[in-house]
């Protein structure tokens, strides 16, 4: 069942068509037409009583107003309409530390997120915050599920296409918060200060006022233990 398609709705208008995904053109006016057509192996559609639109490749609003216009510009006073009324199955790898890695089919137009859902999420040691989107052999995208889960920031707005690749890395550095903040936990850090991860962890519990932060650390076979000033809280990381 995990090589089933996943859906996601809410196409956006950078969805890039491609072969397969099938449109719905209606026309009135000067012609009338409607019917649906899908994009081809060649990258177009032949509209009948018009000819052919090359439309793979080109983003969901691009494919859209040059059928428009290839059409207004054979049949002045033409009204067009058109839909996206289904998109094609896509097959993309899913890498590194995931539950189940392996190559998926997903509905085009998938994110990343949905990507990582089909492959059970990220598994013990795997990255939150270091997650590679790579394409023709690039990276094109890095992304950090902290600025979702944390920040509410959907960062994930990038539609997966054909042959890519979501390769979710190692964890590097972790850090356990616990004692007088809301939420203890352990998070994954890069570069973030003690105020950060404070932040992280919600802010001070209610009945708790911060004025000092045991910090412990291991380096080496050495433990290093030291009490960090409020004042120097987004000076230390």
């Not at 177009?44 to 494919?63: A, E, R």
């Not at 013990?124 to 023709?136: F, T």
């Not at 890519?164 to 890069?190: C, L, M, N, R, Y």
Request: charged residues 20%; aromatic residues 6%; glycine residues 10%.
């Amino acid at each position: 069942s995990t090589f089933l398609p996943v859906n996601e709705p809410g196409l956006g208008s950078n969805y890039i068509l491609s072969t397969g995904d099938i449109l719905s053109i209606n026309v009135t006016g000067s012609i009338e037409l409607n019917d649906e057509m899908t994009i081809t192996r060649m990258g177009n559609v032949n509209i009948p009583k018009v000819g052919k639109v090359q439309l793979s490749g080109l983003t969901l609003s691009q494919g859209f107003e040059k059928v428009k216009d290839f059409i207004q510009s054979r049949y002045v006073g033409a009204e067009v309409y058109i839909t996206l009324s289904e998109v094609a199955d896509i097959q993309v790898i899913i890498s590194g530390y995931v539950e189940v890695p392996g190559i998926y089919t997903l509905s085009g137009g998938n994110s990343i997120l949905g990507a990582i859902r089909l492959a059970g999420g990220i598994a013990d040691n795997g990255s939150y915050r270091n997650i590679n989107l790579k394409r023709d052999g690039e990276i094109i995208a890095n992304l950090d599920l902290y600025d979702l889960l944390l920040k509410g920031e959907l960062a994930f707005n990038i539609p997966l296409q054909a042959g890519d690749v979501v390769h979710v890395e190692h964890t590097k550095k972790t850090v356990s918060i616990f004692g007088g903040v809301k939420q203890p936990a352990i998070f994954e850090i890069i570069n973030e200060t003690l105020g950060d991860i404070i932040d992280y962890a919600g802010g001070p519990a209610s009945n708790a006022k911060l004025s000092s932060i045991s910090l412990a650390s291991v380096n080496g076979t050495s433990y290093i233990e030291q009490v960090i000033a409020l004042e120097k809280f987004q000076d230390t990381s």
